[in-house]
């Protein structure tokens, strides 16, 4: 891979069958291979979109928060609770 790749999980708009909320997430594919997440929604739902869309979040390298409001840092909950064993970095 020679270029960054940014994949939009959850905003305000959604194709159709992907969830959509109030809020923002993001995947970044780095071109070294790494795999990062850019907030988490509100809720957790980009984890739903995240799977229909091919995303691994298990083989996250890390987690940064653009900041602390409940829109982005809301999905956090769902995540470690599904993840409680991640062992990535986590950025704010």
Do not use: C
Request: aromatic share 14%.
């Amino acid at each position: 891979m020679s270029q960054f790749t940014i994949s939009i999980l959850i905003n305000n708009t959604a194709r159709t069958g992907h969830s959509h909320e109030f809020g923002f997430s993001a995947h970044i594919a780095t071109p070294e291979g790494k795999s990062w997440l850019w907030d988490t929604g509100q809720t957790g739902a980009f984890m739903d979109n995240a799977a229909l869309m091919g995303v691994n979040l298990r083989a996250l390298d890390g987690i940064a928060l653009s900041h602390g409001y409940y829109d982005h840092v809301g999905g956090l909950k769902r995540f470690f609770s599904k993840y409680s064993d991640f062992s990535g970095r986590v950025l704010s």
